[in-house]
């Protein structure tokens, strides 16, 4: 994994009770940090002040009666983080045996006119994306359009020859080769608009890959805008379109779009992105993220997000073995595994003081938005989280602590995770 990812990884081995501790300190700077900022830039800090009883929310429909307790008590301990980071808004839905069982909005979709995030609130959901993408792939190759371990050439044929042929497979496990556009540098400042993710191979196309394929693990969102180019080309119509059909319409996604800035849904959240050394934040860039269909480019809410996961487990997408082989970590050439499968992060967690959690899911990081998705199986339970700002990196820490509130484990909002945890890091993106 690179460093990036490694630095993440440090950042969210902490329970949720040590990151309040950490985050604390900071609260106090970030009036200071805004006060000095020119006029001409809008910075906001404590927005919701210190009482996070008084936070603005709206809940799609009240929990059936079972599951009461576990959301008065994770509604608690969310309210605190959304305050402790200083998050603008903040939108979470947990499904449960094939049903969303809760979902709510927390804070500001947009802060200056305190338009409320409600569960219907569009947010940038970035890399989780990419299971969306790998379940597309899963059913070409169920249907024989799509084999997984052909040259990437074989359907997209404007991608030049590089030093190494270049497999979807290879692509689907970030171990291709292909760059990883930086965020500071290329994310932020985007403003080709693509209508195809073929469009967007112009960006990275031409250069070099960085590495041997399957010498090396680096996370890759345009190694996933090629694998959205080879979805349109193996299924023959619109990326978008096939999308639609396959993946979204049988989740019963209704509110899943494409990010197009040149057409805003209705519904989209005020983006905005980390201000200084503190938690204030300000207005995100105006970036086109098209470009990296079949990585990002969509806008969902929390409660899709969840039917996707569901969808996934109770096998109205993919076969039980197409859905085992996207979630078998690949092994690179030395026999290291990378803990990533073909478009999911693989790992596990402790649920109680015996009990451990087999996860499956993924992090994504927007230009305005940072989203979590996790999925435990072995307890039908799937947990999606997102937020408005970018680098809310402390998100899949979160989402693991709601799945514990609703596995039945989680006794106390100021309870810590148990040692030996296993960092959920591993399912937010790097660099």
């Known amino acids: 994994m690179n460093d990036a990812t ?27 940090i805004c006060d000095a900022v020119n006029s001409w830039s809008a ?14 929310s709206e809940i799609d429909e009240p929990p059936a009666a079972e599951h009461a307790d576990a959301v008065d008590r994770a509604r608690l301990f969310v309210r605190a983080f959304v305050v402790e980071e200083n998050l603008p ?10 049903e969303v069982v809760w979902a709510e909005g927390f804070g500001w979709a947009d802060f200056d006119e ?30 024989g359009l799509l084999d997984l371990d052909a040259p990437v050439r074989d359907y997209v044929p404007g991608f030049p020859e590089k030093a190494w042929p270049v497999t979807t497979r290879q692509l689907m496990g ?8 930086p965020f500071d540098e290329e994310l932020l400042y985007m403003r080709d608009h693509c209508e195809s993710p073929l469009d967007g191979l112009e960006h990275f196309a031409d250069d070099p890959l960085r590495f041997a394929p399957g010498t090396r693990y680096r996370y890759s969102s345009y190694g996933w805008t090629l694998v959205g180019a080879v979805v349109e080309a193996a299924a023959g119509e619109p990326f978008l379109d096939f999308m639609q059909r396959e993946v979204y319409d049988p989740s019963e996604m209704r509110d899943t779009v494409f990010d197009d800035v040149l057409r805003p849904a209705a519904r989209r959240t005020h983006f905005y992105w980390p201000f200084g050394g503190g938690n204030a934040v300000e207005d995100a860039n105006d970036a086109d993220n098209s470009c990296i269909q079949g990585a990002g480019a969509v806008l969902s809410t929390p409660s899709d997000v969840v039917r996707f996961g569901l969808a996934t487990l109770d096998g109205r997408l993919l076969r039980s073995e197409t859905l085992d082989l996207l979630r078998t970590p690949l092994t690179l050439e030395s026999g290291e595994s990378t803990g990533y499968g073909l478009g999911w992060f693989v790992g596990s967690a402790p649920l109680g003081p015996e009990a451990k959690a087999t996860i499956f899911g993924h992090g994504g ?30 998100l899949p820490s979160l989402s693991l602590r709601l799945a514990r509130f609703f596995a039945g484990v989680e006794a106390a909002a100021s309870q810590d995770l148990p040692e030996g945890s296993v960092p959920v890091s591993r399912f937010a993106p790097g660099d």
Do not use: W
């Open 114 to 143: 305190r338009r409320p995030v409600t569960p219907k609130t569009l947010f940038r959901v970035g890399g989780v994306a990419m299971p969306m993408t790998a379940t597309a792939v899963g059913l070409l190759h169920e249907r």
């Open 174 to 181: 970030h171990v291709a080769g292909v760059r990883h556009p």
């Open 365 to 394: 990081s927007s230009v305005g938005g940072f989203t979590s998705l996790l999925t435990l199986p072995e307890h039908g339970i799937v947990v999606a989280v997102t937020t408005n700002v970018s680098l809310a990196n402390k």
């Open 89 to 98: 808004g903040l939108s979470l839905a947990v499904g449960i045996a094939s």
């Open 43 to 56: 910075c906001y800090a404590e927005i919701h002040g210190n009482d996070a009883s008084a936070m603005h």
């Open 6 to 32: 490694s630095r993440f990884g440090r950042l969210l081995q902490f329970s949720p009770a040590a990151i309040f501790m950490l985050a604390t300190p900071l609260l106090p700077a970030c009036t200071q």
